[in-house]
T-cell receptor, first 110, second 114 residues
């Protein structure tokens, strides 16, 4: 079992819709969770982090964490074609190490 | 603005060659990381360093070594390149500690070993 699992997609949503990206993790000792966006041919860049159960909102993005279910999600409201990218979920345990999932490719259809 | 730079965007090497990939960050970050990214396998940690001359193995250290002689510079060394080391290599840096530190990534080096 992979430590951080994501559906590879592609996930296709129409412009203006809500995109829902999901991630599960196996290590119950994971303390904090990150969502990175990676455009094709580019490096990952951080969108959001979350470490408490519940929701965290930042503009059009909402991260959700459920530690009991070992589940993290990212909602993107009012999806735009510029949101088309691969979204990487990552989990951190301990002082330094971060484990990444394989990413979900999102396509926003105009 | 944090800047992480890598010595080459594209590199082609022959099997058996010794390969050096260089990474430099300008934000005085303690932590530096080397990953490789392959389709279907995602980002996998090769090595990381949390201080000068300190290093820790990641998930896939075999066939690689690292060097950190100065805080801003972290080098990845392929002692004897093999075709299965053809990949995108990403360097990252971050501040130490805390729950929420962000990793800043360099532009990547696409290495092809023939």
């Amino acid at each position: 079992q992979k430590e951080v699992e994501q559906n590879s997609g592609p996930l296709s949503v129409p412009e203006g819709a809500i995109a829902s990206l999901n991630c599960t993790y196996s290590d119950r000792g994971s303390q904090s969770f990150f969502w990175y966006r990676q455009y094709s041919g580019k490096s990952p860049e951080l969108i959001m982090f979350i470490y408490s159960n519940g929701d965290k909102e930042d503009g059009r993005f909402t991260a959700q964490l459920n530690k009991a279910s070992q589940y993290v999600s990212l909602l993107i409201r009012d999806s735009q074609p510029s949101d088309s990218a691969t979204y990487l979920c990552a989990a951190r345990r301990g002082y330094q190490k971060v484990t990444f999932g394989t990413g979900t490719k999102l396509q926003v259809i105009p | 603005d944090v800047k992480v730079t890598q010595s080459s965007r594209y590199l082609v090497k022959r099997t058996g060659e010794k390969v050096f990939l260089e990474c430099v960050q300008d934000m005085d970050h303690e932590n530096m990381f080397w990953y490789r990214q392959d389709p279907g396998l995602g980002l996998r940690l090769i090595y990381f360093s949390y201080d000068v001359k300190m290093k820790e193995k990641g998930d896939i250290p075999e066939g690689y070594s690292v060097s950190r002689e100065k805080k801003e510079r972290f080098s990845l060394i392929l002692e004897s390149a093999s075709t299965n080391q053809t990949s995108m290599y990403l360097c990252a840096s971050s501040l130490p500690g805390g729950l929420t530190y962000e990793q800043y990534f360099g532009p990547g080096t696409r290495l092809t070993v023939t």
